[in-house]
C-alpha cells in the first residue's frame, strides 16, 4: 500500500480490475470505496491535501464497506 503524507489518511490501495480504493486511516480502520477510476486514485496520490481530496472527491461518493485493519 503506497502511503500518502497526511495527518489522516495512513496508506491506500487500488485493486484496478476491481475499481476499489482501499485507505488505512492513522486509527487503525480500513474502508473500501467501489467504482473509483483510477483518475481518482491517481488525483488522490498527488493532491497536496490528500486528506482534504478524500473528504470532497471520495468520502460518501461511493458505496463503502468496512474492512479490518
Known amino acids: 500500500m503506497p502511503a500518502v503524507r497526511s495527518s489522516n489518511i495512513?496508506?491506500?490501495?487500488?485493486?484496478?480490475e476491481l475499481r476499489e480504493l482501499s485507505v488505512t486511516f492513522r486509527s487503525g480502520?480500513?474502508?473500501?470505496y467501489g467504482g473509483v477510476d483510477e483518475a481518482a486514485y491517481q488525483d488522490l496520490l498527488t493532491n497536496p491535501s490528500p486528506g482534504s481530496y478524500f473528504a470532497r472527491?471520495?468520502?460518501d461518493k461511493y458505496p463503502t464497506r468496512k474492512?479490518?485493519?
Open 29 to 32: 480502520a480500513t474502508y473500501t
Open 57 to 59: 472527491h471520495i468520502k
Open 10 to 16: 495512513n496508506s491506500v490501495e487500488y485493486n484496478e
Open 67 to 69: 474492512g479490518t485493519g
